[in-house]
Nanobody, 120 residues
Framework: QVQLVESGGGLAQAGDSLRLSCVAS????????MGWYRQAPGKEREFVAA????????YYADSVRGRSTVSRDNAKNTVYLLMNNLKPEDTAIYYC?????????????WGQGTQVTVSS
């Protein structure tokens, strides 16, 4: 079954850190660049970060650059997003997906995401 399962979200205070995880199944994970996206209430889903197949390249949205790190473990079919110095504006549902390029999508159907809520 082709699917993505995100986890690791929760309630945090401004300045805290969270590490999100996304486990993929049903496709050859190591064939795809992987990305993180988020959708805040009333807003469109937006790109957060991405990492290339071999982890040599990573890309970040301006809003998280410098305080977030995307990584992957191909042996575990898992991509991670470590977010430091969380801000209330990081509150959103976070999703992962795979594909090719700097904003990879399309290899998987969207999962249910993991909710991140940051209080000030």
């Amino acid at each position: 079954q082709v699917q993505l399962v995100e986890s690791g979200g929760g309630l945090a205070q401004a300045g805290d850190s969270l590490r999100l995880s996304c486990v993929a199944s049903g496709r050859t994970f190591s064939n795809y660049d992987m990305g993180w996206y988020r959708q805040a209430p009333g807003k469109e889903r937006e790109f957060v970060a991405a990492i290339s197949v071999g982890s040599k390249m990573s890309y970040y949205a301006d809003s998280v650059r410098g305080r977030s790190t995307v990584s992957r473990d191909n042996a575990k079919n898992t991509v991670y997003l470590l977010m430091n110095n969380l801000k209330p504006e990081d509150t959103a549902i976070y999703y992962c997906n795979g594909g090719h390029g700097r904003t990879p999508t399309g290899a998987y159907a969207w999962g249910q995401g993991t909710q991140v809520t940051v209080s000030s």
